[in-house]
């Protein structure tokens, strides 16, 4: 018994410490890893579809790697650019044409009496409003470009990561299920176990990023499209507002583009406000409406106010990946938590 004891002790030990150095000597790779892992999963359909006609695995790997290339180079990459030029501007605007635009809303004759009976019920003033307003969008927006920009500034550091990331999703495109499988015998489990807790995770996995994520990301393309269409400035920021409002349960993307239209026909501009109206109506919610049934179906889904938080504080903590890896990691880990219910419950049986 006490061998055995020393020889568990022992061999935890040497796991702890070698899975320490593993951790330092990935570490400078996480980030590329990261996403690798993440496109690998969004674009595994389309590796399938392809290797259904193409056998090789290379070479299907290769035309799916060289089709996700396009889109991140591509559209992309140009409105993460676009979002950093707005949120810079994002302050100067607000200082110069913003505040007096909330003044022009607040004071108008539809609502100007909602508004007071508002303000005299908070005890607040108009200017308290916008000194409010201004000092938590300016700090938002702060906060936000520090996330989009972070790293960026160094162009070497940012082309070895993408060359990292590009050879580490080739390779998880082509031996990921291999992997994964060999992962999956060092789990303590039974097959029946783990058979479960890969199909639960593949489900919520499914529903939480296709059926969440991105259809989330459709309607902000469609929402930023409409307004720079529209004449509205910072587009790519608002298409970013509705992608995160989508998951906030009952308003949804209408937070976004409802105020909006309010505030176009307030100020006159009837016609684009009616078809910002019908945009958001027949198109950016009907998405929601339609697709989302399609891709979850039957599948386990999470709730959608935890999908809410799992993309702001996945955001806060690994930045723009954050918006897929933060609802990713809450998946797996409610399918985890799943797997140890079910053994709990079998114990207790």
Avoid at 144 to 154: A, E, P, R, S, W
Avoid at 189 to 205: G, N, W
Wanted: charged share 15%; proline share 4%; aromatic share 12%.
């Amino acid at each position: 018994m006490q061998f055995n004891r020393f020889y568990f002790i022992t061999l935890l030990v040497f796991v702890v410490i070698l899975g320490y150095l593993c951790y330092q000597i990935f570490k400078p790779f996480l980030s590329p890893i990261a996403w690798a892992i993440v496109l690998s999963i969004v674009f595994y359909p389309v590796f399938e579809l392809v290797n259904k006609y193409i056998k090789w695995k290379s070479v299907a790997s290769l035309l799916t790697l060289f089709i996700i290339l396009l889109i991140i180079i591509g559209p992309f990459s140009y409105i993460s650019f676009m979002i950093v030029l707005e949120l810079k501007a994002l302050p100067k605007y607000l200082a110069e044409d913003g505040m007096t635009e909330i003044s022009r809303v607040i004071d108008h004759p539809y609502i100007k009496g909602v508004t007071e009976k508002i303000m005299t019920t908070l005890n607040v003033t108009a200017k308290d409003i916008e000194k409010s307003v201004l000092e938590n969008v300016t700090r938002f927006g702060k906060e936000l470009m520090d996330h989009f920009t972070k790293g960026i500034g160094n162009i070497v550091a940012v082309t070895v990561n993408f060359a990292f990331m590009t050879i580490a999703l080739f390779f998880m495109l082509k031996d990921g299920v291999g992997f994964l499988r060999n992962a999956m015998g060092y789990l303590p489990f039974s097959e029946e176990q783990k058979d479960r807790l890969a199909s639960q995770t593949k489900d919520v996995i499914v529903s939480t990023i296709y059926g969440g994520v991105v259809v989330a990301i459709i309607q902000g393309s469609i929402g930023g499209i409409a307004f720079y269409f529209l004449g509205i400035s910072s587009p790519a920021l608002w298409g970013l507002a509705i992608s995160i409002a989508s998951f906030i349960p009952l308003i949804g993307t209408f937070g976004i583009w409802g105020p909006m239209t309010v505030y176009l026909l307030i100020s006159g501009e009837i016609l684009h406000g009616i078809i910002l109206a019908l945009v958001g109506v027949f198109i950016i919610s009907m998405v929601d409406n339609i697709l989302k049934p399609i891709i979850i179906g039957g599948r386990t889904k999470m709730p959608v106010l935890l999908i809410f938080f799992s993309v702001l504080g996945g955001l806060k903590l690994f930045g723009l990946i954050g918006l897929i890896m933060g609802p990713l990691v809450v998946a797996i880990f409610v399918s985890v938590l799943d797997i140890f219910r079910n053994i709990e419950g079998g114990n207790n049986a």
